[in-house]
């Protein structure tokens, strides 16, 4: 079975840093591209990240360029995300999914929740 | 960076009619680089249709997507009281960028 286990979520003021893992198990994380997608409250949801199987192609939303890093870890099966100069407007709930084909997502985590506040 | 708009905003329909569901791009799109996905409250999104017109695995057949270019649509034929939830479009080329879904509300 797919699984994909966000951690590292929690409360952050202004300014800070937050890293974010994904933990993945059930296939072979090396052969496949990741993202991350994030959901503030009440609202949509939104892209923020991707990163392909071996790290040479990297894309970021212009909301978080400069400031997010993603990054993974094939032999321990793992997806980061490195979040820092934190906004009042990055809380949100942070998915990573898996992504297949051509670009869908159909395997998601559950998400962990950051909020930045002081 | 491309933009996808959803309309409408919010669509209030009973139980067995259907749903037209509506996204446009703000340039061509490849159809092999939108998908739609259905959200419930508290839930990781759920994706339904890839490569436009594709079900995912297990995605009942009500549900069907069609378009090209700039115009993607979602039906749903006729409308379970499960399917009432929040619908996105994504296009996934090179980035992931949503649109800012439609919520399909029980009338």
């Known amino acids: 079975e797919v699984q994909l286990v966000e951690s590292g979520g929690g409360l952050v003021k202004p300014g800070g840093s937050l890293r974010l893992s994904c933990a993945a198990s059930g296939f072979t994380f090396s052969g496949y591209s990741m993202n991350w997608v994030r959901q503030a409250p009440g609202k949509g949801l939104e892209w923020v990240s991707s990163i392909n199987s071996r790290s040479s192609f990297i894309y970021y939303a212009d909301s978080v360029k400069g400031r997010f890093t993603i990054s993974r870890d094939n032999a321990k099966s793992s997806l980061f995300l490195q979040m820092n100069s934190l906004r009042a407007e990055d809380t949100a709930v942070y998915y990573c999914?898996?992504?297949?084909?051509?670009?869908?997502?159909?395997?998601w985590g559950q998400g962990t929740r950051v909020t930045v506040s002081s | 960076e491309i933009v996808l708009t959803q309309s409408p905003a919010t669509l209030s329909l009973s139980p067995g009619e259907r749903a037209t569901l509506s996204c446009g791009a703000s340039?061509?799109?490849?159809?092999?680089?939108l998908a739609w996905y259905q959200q419930k409250p508290g839930l990781a999104p759920r994706l339904l249709i890839y490569e436009t017109s594709i079900r995912a695995t297990g995605v009942p057949n009500r549900f069907s997507g069609s378009g090209a270019g700039t115009d993607f649509t979602l039906t749903i034929s006729r409308l379970e009281p499960e399917d009432f939830a929040v619908y996105y479009c994504q296009q996934y080329s090179p980035s992931g960028t949503f649109g800012q879904g439609t919520k399909l509300e029980i009338k």
């Open positions: 999914a898996r992504r297949e084909g051509t670009g869908w997502s159909a395997a």
């Open positions: 340039q061509s799109i490849s159809t092999i680089y």
